[in-house]
């Protein structure tokens, strides 16, 4: 188990980042974000925010790979549809990170509502977190073909 949480944490925490640089235009402002989450706006702002943002977000992603990792043990169907499964997973993600965890963390945060960011951001954690998430969750179950094959 601690090889799959590694391998999907490495692939899908390395997507969903880069998605993040692409999308937003930015690399290290997006890295004291991150860092400025759980470490305040302080420590963010210094010389070690953008690399404790970094270290912050794939210790994020390893929490959300485990908990599916965890979950689809106990629903097979999880890995054996994991195509439907991850991207269902990043939309889970997404209303956590955007509906629930940014607002409580920042009071001035407002919740998506315009179409062209919602889809960027959904792209991201359905494509590109999501969806690994689960391939590599079913490969290591050995449950890596489609059902309908």
């Known amino acids: 188990m601690i090889r799959t949480i590694a391998w999907a944490t490495l692939v899908a925490g390395t997507l969903d980042i880069l998605s993040a640089f692409v999308w937003s235009g930015a690399v290290i ?3 004291r974000t991150v860092a400025s989450g759980p470490l305040g706006d302080a420590i963010a702002q ?17 929490v959300m790979v485990a908990v599916y990792i965890v979950v689809a043990a ?7 549809y994991w195509w439907i499964a991850g991207p269902l997973y990043g939309v889970v993600l997404w209303i956590a990170m955007y509906w629930i965890v ?3 963390r920042w009071e001035s945060y407002a919740t998506p509502s315009e179409a062209l960011p919602i889809l960027k951001q959904l792209i991201s954690h359905c494509l590109l977190t999501g969806l690994p998430i689960a391939w590599i969750t079913a490969r290591s179950q050995r449950v890596i073909r489609p059902s309908y094959i």
């Open 46 to 62: 210094g010389r070690a925010g953008a690399p404790l943002g970094l270290l912050v977000h794939f210790a994020i992603m390893a």
């Open 29 to 31: 402002p997006v890295l």
């Open 74 to 80: 106990r629903i097979p169907a999880l890995s054996r």
């Open 102 to 104: 940014m607002p409580l």
